[in-house]
């Protein structure tokens, strides 16, 4: 394997000099694109659009046609795992993903198994293996997962939660049966992972939207150290290329020291915290990435070169090198976002933090 | 005034000597307790329990009949403010709180005025007269508001939002408007809980819900320098004694250092933070308030007296005074929690505390 002929992103998260600072967009194939709601609409729905490795394929190249992005990222959702897990994952118009069978009675918990990617997830890794090849070697592909909290939360939960109440009584009252869900979740994202690092994943990010919910206690027990383990168990070199891994939880600023020393490469921010504070905090052993406030998207474009400078700044300040940031938003880019809008962020990026990587 | 027969609670304020960690729970008044609903029923709607100082006075009380709690709390909602400034607040069944008029125009923005509380929120004050009438003495009355940035969210989208797609647009692209919103809303809240003390309010709370959904940039020029200026507004001392002040922002764990710096008596912390470490942060500078993860009170009570324990051994830890801390929850109590969960643990806050007071 060669690197790609923009290797930025991978570049930046092996902290290896880069001229700027590459971007991508948490969900950037997403609802804000018309032309995805058409390939969305013309697979019948969300699900059927994951399952579609053709489709799921195009896209994820969607964005990349439109702007000048850095990365792609699998299109697919956290949840195929369970659902490979025989949970029977589904999804109603408004009210977001479901589970047919949560996971609620002991005996089933004890049941649980880790599934073979390669069998139940087979549409996942045909459709990196095609989009592989329809981005012929121009950008890296990031594979993803959730974190086994984050997946345990819709498992236990049967579904999106505002309170998340039945699995936090379950860490509370019966943490056995939360560490039982959580070890045969982390060895199923392992397998999954790697076998899209076998596929041809270039880099992996894992997603832990809720771990930030947790208490400043459980969330090491709970949440971290599974994901401590997950990166432990990932391929780390592929054809002599080191597989980067970038470790997001949302919601985690308190815990960044805790998270930057798991052995990632590079730890995701959302925007509730200065990501210069950031740096300051976990030094130059790991690269950061984010953390723009998807909302400033809504604003003018003007407005969105400013508020992107303000984090390449923020970032540049605590001085050192500025080739171990990733610039994206700290969260999923929102559905209401006006498509011209990513091509000023994305322009004002580049072009600024050219000047800054020149002024060092 | 002469304190309360129990001035536990306003003793660990002020940072006094006191025998034991008070402890009261925030939403304390609420829907897990049937004798609430009961009087919700009779009452027609939750904002006629609200206009109905008879009925908030009840509801006030129904919690200190059944528990040993340090402090009662106003019954209300902090939405009245922007409800007396002629949004017209209504709720639907199981969507939450709504306005009429939601602010969105610009001339309606220019036109906002704070009302006189006295006059547009009179049936609070006559709860607190009422409420302080009912207590007897026996504990100290808590006045509340909601923070100018959380009002504002609601008045800007009109209701609850998962993404304050609206307002976070209007503080990237018109802050000035924002301003002009947080401003009336500043003096608003400061008229207004200065009302309540002068009507018997013995401590005053700031709930900031949402300032944690902030950028690190935007908290302290959106939200936290306005719960300055309240702070800075309010009557300090009445009768000779000293009205303390608790802040509360919601994920604000990163900006603790900030929030102690405002003048305030108190801060409240939510459970995503250690409060050994919050106190090792703040110093001595400011009584603490918090942090149990409220979803602990579904667990048996074994379990919610291990958690409450680790809570008080944790502040207990960093050294120094015992009597700074005020136990409570990191956010409101959950309308699933079953109610004889809470004796458990006031009884293990108490208990426990008064060993760990005496170990000093």
Redesign the interface.
């Known amino acids: 394997m060669t690197r790609p002929r923009n290797d930025t992103f991978l570049r930046a998260l092996l902290r290896e000099p880069t001229e700027y600072t590459p971007i991508w967009l948490m969900r950037q194939a997403g609802r804000y694109l018309p032309e995805y709601c058409e390939t969305r609409k013309r697979a019948g729905s969300f699900l059927q659009l994951c399952k579609n490795p053709a489709m799921a394929c195009e896209v994820t190249l969607q964005p990349l046609a439109r702007y000048d992005l850095d990365a792609a990222i699998l299109f697919s959702d956290i949840l195929t795992v369970p659902d490979a897990m025989g949970l029977g994952l589904y999804f109603t118009e408004g009210e977001g993903p479901r589970f047919e069978r949560p996971l609620r009675e002991e005996w089933a918990i004890r049941d649980l198994t880790a599934p073979d990617p390669y069998e139940h997830l087979r549409y996942v890794m045909d459709g990196v293996c095609e989009i592989r090849r329809a981005l012929d070697n121009s950008v890296p592909l990031i594979g993803f997962s959730g974190s086994p909290y984050t997946l345990a939360c819709y498992m236990v939960e049967g579904a999106s939660s505002s ?3 039945r699995i ?2 379950m ?3 019966r943490p056995d049966l939360m560490h039982r869900i959580l070890a045969v979740t982390t060895d199923a994202v392992i397998a999954y992972i790697n076998a899209q690092i076998e596929s041809g994943a270039q880099a992996v990010m894992i997603f832990d939207s809720w771990g ?8 090491p027990e709970f949440s971290l150290q599974y994901m401590q383990r997950i990166v432990a168990g990932l391929i780390k070199e592929k054809d002599g290329e080191r597989i980067p891994s970038i470790v997001f939880t949302k ?1 985690g ?2 815990w960044l020291e805790a998270i930057a020393a798991i052995g990632c490469d590079a730890v995701g921010l959302d ?4 990501i210069g ?1 950031a740096r300051r905090r976990v030094g130059e052993q790991v690269a950061l990435q984010g953390n723009l ?1 998807p ?2 998207l ?3 474009p003007e ?1 969105i070169a400013l ?1 992107a400078k ?1 984090v390449l700044d923020s970032y540049h300040r605590q001085g050192g090198s500025d080739s171990s940031h990733v610039f994206n938003l ?1 969260h999923g880019i ?1 559905q ?1 976002t006006p498509p011209e809008h990513v091509t000023a962020l994305v322009e004002t990026v580049h072009d600024y933090s050219k000047i800054l990587h020149k002024s060092i």
């Open positions: 309170d998340y109440r936090k009584t860490i509370y009252e930030g919910g947790l208490s400043a206690a459980a969330y919601g600023g308190l925007w509730t915290i200065d504070e406030d909302c400033v809504f604003a003018s407005r508020e303000k700290g929102s209401f």
